[in-house]
Structures are given as structure tokens and as C-alpha cells.
């Protein structure tokens, strides 16, 4: 199988200044050819005493029907290459992509502008999506003076909760959002979340269990009980929209309630819960799970859809 490195993102999003930078690293410089082939030249280009030192042969591909599995089929024939970079088209649908058998995208990472990450967001939602589906590294780079990171944020884990996101100024990386920043009282006996507070608690979890290892919760959510699910165990959770009408997740981490069993499929409760840090199964490692403190039945929240994509 042929490494592949996929790079991703919308014109001038950073994608050529990032595939630069990697390849005239001492640790890229391995034996054999990379074949780069890039689907769009923005202002940025590849110096050719930069292609040679790493031992790179780039090729170019305008069309996107040209795309295609026979033809990269035959830049494969032509070069030999040990390993292959991608500088995808960010107009192009990453879900359409196919490549040849013996290919195996070893890395995907996508590139954001974020002074256009808005306005991109806004007006080409599906396609922002799909970049950010399987990357495993995001990295909004411009972000001198933009204070919405934070939210930017969450748009992504929305998508892709597993991504490691990176936010980047002109002075290096940023740390997007600060405890004080969070809609919630993190000191408060107990951390009491409306619709807002749920989101960014389901998401801020994932990279920050420190801030809440041992804290207590409370929230509405609706009962989901998964097959095979352990006993005396469910997911009290959230459906949310995080992308377009047509892309659903239900939002929710394990929870230990002795009457779990009875709780009614899809009913709504009131979780109050205490948060610890430990293995488990459905996890495929750590992560949060919730003890139950008490659960009671509760009215469905005016908005029983978690909103995302706004």
C-alpha cells in the first residue's frame, strides 16, 4: 500500500504554505519519491530547488474529472513514488474522491482561513463538512483578532468530535477558550446546563476533562439505551443538527443508573450526575462517565434540537 497524505481546504487557506513547510523537514527527507499533486495553484508556489532537495515530482490536476483512478493509475506508473501528498480542491466534494486500490490515506488534514472561515461556513456548509469528516488535524491558521474561536470550534467538533484542532496567529498557537469564557459556572456545586451550556460542555469534555473530573452536572436530555450496552448503564443525551437538516448526531456520554433498564426508550429525564474519568468499553478507552446522582422524569426543552450549524 502507497501512504497518503491528504490536504485539504479552500483556496488560500494555507494548504501549499503547510505542504512547504512539511516536506523540507530533515524527518520528511526519507528515501524514495514523493509525488505531490496539487488540484488547484493559488499565489504560493513550489520552488523547484525545494521539489529537488526533497525529492518531490509534482503534478498538476485542474479538472476534477481528470480525478480519476485510471489517471492516477498512471502518475503512479510514471513516478514510483514511496509516498503521495494530496493539496485536494477545496470546490471539489471530498465524499466523491476515489482513489486507486492500493492507495491508503495514512493522514487527512484541512487547512482553514479563519478570517473566511464565516462566510465559507455560512454559504458552503455541506462541503465545509465533508473536508473536516475524516480529518484527523484541522488548523485555522489567521486568527489574529478574531474572538469567536470558540465557536468556530464547536462548528467543527460538531462534525468531526474526534479532531485535533489548532488555532494559529502570527505569533504561534492560541488557546481558543478560556474557563472564565464558558456560558456556566464550572465552582458552582452543581453546573446547571440549558441547550447553549449542553453543546459546549458535550464538546469541551473531549479536550478538557480536567475542568471537569469530579464535578457535578445537571441537564434534560432524552433516554437513548444502545444494544448490548452494559447493564445498569444508558446515554442520556441530545440530538443535534451539526451540519444541515440531513446531518443529525445524537450527543451524549455513558451514564451508571441502577434503574437504567426501566427507563423508557427516548423518554425525557432530568439528570443530575457527577462526572468521572474512566475506561470504558463503547469508548475504546477513556472518557467521561456520568454517575448518576438522581434521574427524573422532565418535559421535553422548547428546543429539543441542539443547533450547531447557526
Not at 503534478?59 to 498512471?74: G, P, Q, R
Not at 486568527?143 to 469567536?148: A, L, T, V
Not at 448526531?249 to 439528570?271: I, M, N, Q, T
Amino acid at each position: 500500500m502507497i501512504p497518503v497524505y491528504m490536504i485539504n481546504g479552500f483556496l488560500e487557506s494555507g494548504k501549499t504554505e503547510f505542504i512547504k513547510y512539511t516536506i523540507a523537514q530533515p524527518y520528511f527527507q526519507t528515501r524514495g519519491k514523493t509525488l505531490l499533486i496539487v488540484c488547484e495553484e493559488g499565489e504560493i508556489e513550489y520552488e523547484e530547488s525545494l521539489l529537488r532537495k526533497s525529492r518531490t515530482v509534482m503534478e498538476v490536476i485542474e479538472d476534477e474529472e481528470e480525478f480519476s483512478v485510471a489517471h492516477l493509475k498512471e502518475l503512479e506508473t510514471a513516478h514510483r513514488p514511496e509516498r503521495i501528498i494530496i493539496e485536494y480542491n477545496g470546490m471539489w466534494n471530498v465524499k466523491d474522491m476515489k482513489l486507486p486500490g492500493n492507495w491508503s490515506v495514512e493522514q487527512q488534514i484541512t487547512t482553514i482561513d479563519a478570517s473566511t472561515f464565516p462566510m465559507f461556513y455560512t454559504n458552503m456548509k455541506s462541503l465545509v463538512a465533508e473536508m473536516v469528516r475524516k480529518s484527523e488535524m484541522i488548523i485555522f491558521n489567521r486568527c489574529d483578532g478574531i474572538k469567536e474561536l470558540s465557536t468556530y470550534k464547536r462548528n467543527v467538533k460538531a462534525v468531526n468530535p474526534q479532531a485535533e484542532i489548532i488555532f494559529e496567529d502570527s505569533q504561534g498557537e492560541v488557546n481558543e477558550l478560556m474557563e472564565e469564557e464558558l456560558p456556566y459556572d464550572l465552582k458552582a456545586d452543581v453546573i446547571v446546563l440549558d441547550n447553549k451550556g449542553y453543546g459546549i460542555w458535550y464538546l469541551d469534555i473531549m479536550d478538557h476533562m480536567e475542568r471537569y473530573e469530579g464535578k457535578t452536572v445537571q441537564f434534560v436530555a432524552m433516554v437513548l439505551r444502545p444494544r448490548n450496552f452494559p447493564k445498569g448503564y444508558f446515554v442520556p443525551g441530545r440530538m443535534a443538527m451539526t451540519c444541515c437538516a440531513e446531518d443529525m448526531a445524537f450527543l451524549g456520554y455513558a451514564c451508571h443508573f441502577d434503574g437504567a433498564e426501566h427507563l423508557p426508550e427516548k423518554s425525557w429525564v432530568r439528570v443530575t450526575a457527577t462526572i468521572k474519568q474512566e475506561y470504558f468499553k463503547d469508548y475504546r478507552g477513556e472518557g467521561p462517565v456520568l454517575y448518576a446522582e438522581s434521574i427524573t422524569a422532565a418535559k421535553p426543552p422548547k428546543e429539543t434540537i441542539i443547533d450547531f450549524s447557526a
